[in-house]
């Protein structure tokens, strides 16, 4: 471990970049796997990092976890910090990751937390998910040290009885929640199975993807599929389908979704506020929203008072056909707002080409604008409309409009 902390302290030292060392004690395909991996999150490039991840690996009082875990778990967190990284480096955020706990010999820092209710009372569903995470907060409240951000990421091991087993795993939460999310464990959750066409590889691929999906939630981002020429070069939206395709096929992450990380509290930056996520003083309460119909896309402008929004950072939109709501929404197509300032408002503008929306259905339609400040904070302003009589070069009518604070 010298020589890794070493090498990483003389990188720092001469500025150079260099691919990040991999702990010896790590399997050889992890090695190989993360062979390319860069340096995410240096103190050159986003300063002193001040949230981590909060990794939980959480059992009934029945049950210790899975043998290995803190490697095999630390092992799959780095591959999967690494794509998050490398993926806002290709939509051009830097060279930042979520920042995750770290132990002296390389592994996650991973916090056991004992439930206290044999593990069959913590099925899959909202209730036990909820039980669990007040005694995740208890434990919390009791170890303040290990809460390191508002982001908790729980991992459970399998349910063990007649319909769940080791190698068909299930039983347990697997969703986000807020800024927690749930992802499993299993004896065969492995890199060693990444990309292998085997049994244990497609096991891996349902579960890793999962896993990497899941944990997207808990880091504030919402569903989105993705324009179909990002599809056609780059593979499937983690946050569309891409639970069904990470580690075996081409997956990639929208630059909507690179938008939301670049203010969610564990993604370190120059200039990280501490109060992340605190209401500001001056709420937004008004937002003029103009969208024109033009050669079958759309041309949309809000425009904010800019007192209410002095410290606006990312505004994503979003057009989806109906139903508009969670887990309805896989298909939402995501854009980037542009911001410009003008007089005393602050102009958000964005265009959506028709071939961008190609996969939408006619009929009714939904606008979603993200409107994101420096610290998170995060209001959504829907408008609905109907596609029937929309005439090119013309403003559209909208059926419904509203705006609220949201935490998606
Ligand atoms: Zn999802």
Request: with cysteine; proline share 6%.
């Amino acid at each position: 471990m010298r020589t890794m902390f070493s090498f990483c302290a003389l990188a720092s030292l001469v500025g150079v970049a260099v691919a990040v060392p991999v702990p010896e004690h790590f399997s050889e395909r992890a090695k190989e796997l993360l062979r390319d991996g860069i340096e995410l999150n240096t103190p050159e490039e986003v300063g002193q990092v001040k949230h981590r991840l909060n990794v939980v690996y959480f059992v009934g009082n029945d049950r210790e976890p899975l043998a290995d875990y803190e490697r095999r778990i630390s092992e799959l967190l780095l591959y999967v910090q690494q794509f998050y990284g490398k993926e806002m480096v290709r939509n051009g955020f830097g060279r930042r990751s979520l920042a995750l706990p770290m132990l002296p010999n390389g592994n996650v820092e991973i916090t056991v937390v004992r439930g206290s209710a044999p593990m069959a009372e913590y099925t899959y569903g909202g209730a036990a998910a909820g039980r669990a995470l007040r005694e995740i907060n208890e434990f919390f409240a009791r170890h303040p040290e290990r809460k390191r951000s508002q982001h908790t990421f729980v991992i459970m091991p399998t349910q063990l009885n007649e319909e769940y087993s080791q190698d068909n795993p299930g039983g347990v939460p697997f969703f986000g929640l807020g800024r927690d999310c749930f992802a499993l464990d299993y004896l065969e959750f492995d890199v060693k199975h990444v990309g292998q066409d085997t049994p244990y590889g497609h096991l891996l691929k349902k579960w890793l993807g999962g896993f990497a999906h899941e944990l997207g939630h808990g880091l504030n981002l919402p569903h989105n599929k993705g324009i179909p020429a990002d599809n056609a070069a780059l593979g499937t939206a983690l946050m569309g389908a891409g639970n069904y395709t990470f580690s075996m096929e081409p997956t990639y992450m929208t630059p909507a979704s690179c938008a939301i990380l670049d203010v969610c509290e564990v993604f370190p930056s120059v200039d990280h506020p501490d109060n992340f996520y605190a209401k500001p003083e001056v709420l937004l309460d008004k937002v003029e929203g103009s969208v024109v119909y033009r050669h079958g896309g759309f041309d949309v402008e809000i425009r904010m008072p800019l007192e209410q929004v002095a410290d606006l950072k990312q505004v994503n939109f979003y057009m989806q056909d109906p139903p508009y709501v969670v887990n309805r929404d896989y298909d939402a197509v995501p854009f980037r707002g542009t911001i410009s300032k003008k007089d005393n408002q602050m102009v958000v503008t964005c265009s959506m080409r028709a071939e961008d929306l190609a996969d939408l259905k006619e009929g009714e339609r939904q606008i979603s604008a993200a409107i994101m400040l420096r610290n998170g904070f995060r209001y959504r302003w829907d408008v609905e409309f109907k596609m029937d009589a929309l005439q090119d070069g013309q403003p559209v009518p909208f059926s419904k409009e509203s705006l609220r604070v949201s935490s998606y």
